[in-house]
């Protein structure tokens, strides 16, 4: 049986879904179609790196991070051709 993979943005909408309060985790993984277990999970990885989405210099360092890496896939190109 194959795993079921889910998008970031329903991951959101369930963990937000069940910090709210407002059904237990049973009634959402009955709505939602997965384990009770896996909203928890998703339930703390969303409290754990909340604060990550204000830290702006963490976003700059992606940022440059991601331009490095770029230059040096563009670099390791450079070197096959040659």
Excluded: C, P
């Excluded at 329903?10 to 009770?36: D, S, Y």
């Excluded at 940022?63 to 490095?68: P, V």
Aim: aromatic share 8%; glycine share 4%.
């Amino acid at each position: 049986m194959k795993r079921k993979r889910f998008s970031k943005e329903f991951k959101a909408k369930v963990a937000l879904e069940a910090l709210k309060g407002q059904r237990t985790a049973i009634e959402l993984a009955q709505e939602f179609g997965v384990h009770v277990n896996q909203i928890s999970l998703w339930k703390k990885q969303l409290t754990e790196n909340a604060a990550e989405l204000f830290d702006r210099r963490e976003a700059k360092k992606e940022k440059k991070r991601e331009k490095e890496r770029e230059r040096l896939y563009q670099k390791v190109g450079q070197l096959q051709v040659e």
